[in-house]
C-alpha cells in the first residue's frame, strides 16, 4: 500500500515557475515506477511526465516537453515535477500516481494516486 500527497501547487504568472512535489508513504517506494498527470477543467485526465524506479527513464507529454523535469529522491520516498515556462493552458489539478510495472502514460498501469494539487497560471 502507498499512499501519495502532492504539495507545491500554486499561482503563478505566464512564463514562471513552479515545483511539485509528491511524497509517498511506505518503505517500498523505490520499487515504484512514477507519473504525474493533470485535470483541466473541463478535461479528461492526461499524462503528463513518468519515471522509472531508479530515475534512469522518463516520458514526457509533447505539450512539456523542454519545460517540465520529472526526478526523485528515493531516500526522501518523494517525486517532484519541477515546471519552468509555464503557460495559461498548464493550468489543471495535477496528480502524482504510482505503479510497480513501470513508466507509463497509460492511467490503467497506475495503482495508487495522490488528491492532487491545483497549478493556476495566469496570463
Known amino acids: 500500500q502507498v499512499q501519495l500527497v502532492e504539495s507545491g501547487g500554486g499561482l503563478v504568472q505566464a512564463g514562471g515557475s513552479l515545483r511539485l512535489s509528491c511524497a509517498a508513504s511506505g518503505r517500498t517506494f523505490s520499487r515504484y515506477a512514477m507519473g504525474w498527470f493533470r485535470q483541466a477543467p473541463g478535461k479528461e485526465r492526461s499524462f503528463v511526465a513518468a519515471?522509472?524506479?531508479?530515475?534512469?527513464?522518463?516520458y514526457y507529454a509533447d505539450s512539456v516537453k523542454g519545460r517540465f523535469t520529472i526526478s526523485r529522491d528515493n531516500a526522501k520516498n518523494t517525486v517532484y515535477l519541477q515546471m519552468n515556462s509555464l503557460k495559461p493552458e498548464d493550468t489543471a489539478v495535477y496528480y502524482c500516481?504510482?505503479?510497480?510495472?513501470?513508466?507509463?502514460?497509460?492511467?490503467?498501469?497506475?495503482?495508487?494516486w495522490g488528491q492532487g494539487t491545483q497549478v493556476t497560471v495566469s496570463s
Open positions: 519515471i522509472s524506479w531508479a530515475g534512469g527513464t522518463t
Open positions: 500516481a504510482a505503479n510497480l510495472e513501470g513508466p507509463s502514460q497509460a492511467m490503467a498501469v497506475y495503482d495508487y
